[in-house]
């Protein structure tokens, strides 16, 4: 569906993306992770055909972007980082209005619209206004416009930002349902679990390089360990804790502000031995070992502006 080779974005003497390769095949989800500014941005808009490459090939459904942008973009649906709904228009026009753009029938429209409406469950909401819809409806109203000229792949930035738990969910879902139709999903997110949940391969971007890439699970056996064990120690003992605790076997630690990480095997033997130090934690937490690992261990816990 898509392939990229030496793929190169330039702004004056800034480099967005550095000579980065990827493909991506029907109906697979893939997801572009990384800290701000790490070329993740640039990469979507030269995918959706709308930042030509500095330099290196990008070829999208057979096509060139920069000679054939108006017909890979009509094969393509956008779901941007902040809704664009017409707030005073009613919910079903909002789809209506979007379908006349690909040039559909007005008898096409209403049909893609009631269907599309009832796949984000959206049909008994059809002739309210967009303005008073919850978040997560407004949400899955995007998707809805987004899909109204049935597109072969589908291009989402931050697909659930500002979302409660539930609507999160329900996204989710929808998503799912439109990978097991065929549709390729290309995300960007900085929710972990998300890309857990949603990708089945991704890349972790960090100054315009993949540092990584592979499915989650592939990401976490490579760059992790199988637990992780957290310690908080009363905030006097901290230090003296985090010093004594390099005796304790483990793959990697991590001393933060408030609390200590070690990457083990087994979180549960290595916390006996931290007692047998005679290092009582405050608290101990025992978990496996997660994207968002993968992703501080290759990008840093810097913050990026």
């Not at 083990?264 to 101990?284: H, M, N, Q, Y």
């Amino acid at each position: 569906m898509i392939r990229a080779r030496g793929l190169v974005k330039r702004f004056g003497d800034f480099i967005a993306v550095d000579a980065i390769d990827f493909e991506l095949h029907r109906g697979e989800a893939f997801g572009f992770l990384g800290p701000n500014g790490a070329g993740k941005s640039s990469t979507m808009r030269m995918i959706g055909c709308v930042s030509p490459p500095t330099e290196g090939e990008l070829s999208i459904l057979g096509l060139d972007p920069v000679a054939d942008g108006p017909a890979i973009r009509a094969r393509l649906g956008v779901v941007p980082q902040e809704d664009t709904l017409d707030l005073e228009l009613t919910v079903r026009e909002n789809l209506l209005v979007y379908g006349r753009y690909f040039g559909l029938s007005r008898d096409e429209i209403r049909e893609r619209t009631a269907r599309l409406l009832d796949f984000v469950q959206l049909s008994d909401r059809a002739d309210d206004q967009v303005e008073p819809l919850s978040g997560g409806m407004k949400r899955r109203l995007t998707i809805a416009r987004s899909l109204i000229n049935e597109p072969e792949i589908l291009l989402l930035d931050e697909p659930t930002t500002g979302l409660d738990p539930q609507a999160r969910h329900a996204v989710w879902d929808r998503l799912f349902r439109l990978k097991q139709q065929g549709v390729t999903l290309i995300l960007t997110t900085h929710y972990m679990d998300e890309a857990e949940q949603l990708c089945d391969r991704l890349v972790v971007m960090d100054r315009g390089k993949f540092a990584a890439e592979g499915s989650p699970r592939e990401l976490i056996e490579r760059y992790s360990t199988p637990e992780v064990l957290e310690l908080r120690f009363d905030p006097d003992r901290h230090q003296i804790a985090a010093e004594k605790l390099g005796g304790v076997p483990a793959e990697r630690q991590e001393v933060l502000a408030d609390r200590i990480l070690l990457y083990v095997t087994d979180g549960d033997i290595t916390l006996g031995r931290v007692r047998a130090l005679g290092l009582e934690p405050l608290t101990s937490l025992v978990r496996r070992s997660t994207l968002e690992d993968v992703f501080l261990r290759l990008t840093g816990r810097r913050l990026e502006d």
